[in-house]
Nanobody
Framework: QVQLVESGGGLVQAGETLNLTCKAS???????MGWYRQAPGKQRELVAR???????NYADFARGRFIISRDNAKRTVYLQMDNLTPADTAVYYC???????WGQGIQVTVSS
C-alpha cells in the first residue's frame, strides 16, 4: 500500500520561497507523482505533476514561479515555490497518479 507524507509547509510572507517535499513508501514500481492544492471554499486543483514519460505539466498560476522535481531513487517529489502570494494559501497535497493515492496534505499560508 502506497503512503505519501508531505513536509515543508508553513507560514511565509509574500515574495518568499517555500519548498515542499513528498516522500512515498510502499511503492513497488513506477508511479508518477504530482502536487495539488485546495484553498478554503474552493475545489482541489492541479499545481504541477509528472507523467509516466517524465514530462511535466504546470497550472497556469504555477508556471514560471513553481518548479516540480523528483528523486526517483528516494521515491520523493519536490515543489519549489517562489514569489509566493496570499492567493497561494492552501492545503497542498501530494498524489501518486497511477495508484490515485493522496497524502494527508500540508498547510501553506502566505501573509501579505
Amino acid at each position: 500500500q502506497v503512503q505519501l507524507v508531505e513536509s515543508g509547509g508553513g507560514l511565509v510572507q509574500a515574495g518568499e520561497t517555500l519548498n515542499l517535499t513528498c516522500k512515498a513508501s510502499g511503492m513497488t514500481g513506477e508511479d508518477p507523482m504530482g502536487w495539488y492544492r485546495q484553498a478554503p471554499g474552493k475545489q482541489r486543483e492541479l499545481v504541477a505533476r509528472f507523467y509516466g514519460n517524465g514530462n511535466t505539466n504546470y497550472a497556469d498560476f504555477a508556471r514560471g514561479r513553481f518548479i516540480i522535481s523528483r528523486d526517483n531513487a528516494k521515491r520523493t517529489v519536490y515543489l519549489q515555490m517562489d514569489n509566493l502570494t496570499p492567493a497561494d494559501t492552501a492545503v497542498y497535497y501530494c498524489r501518486a497518479e497511477w495508484s490515485k493515492t493522496w497524502g494527508q496534505g500540508i498547510q501553506v499560508t502566505v501573509s501579505s
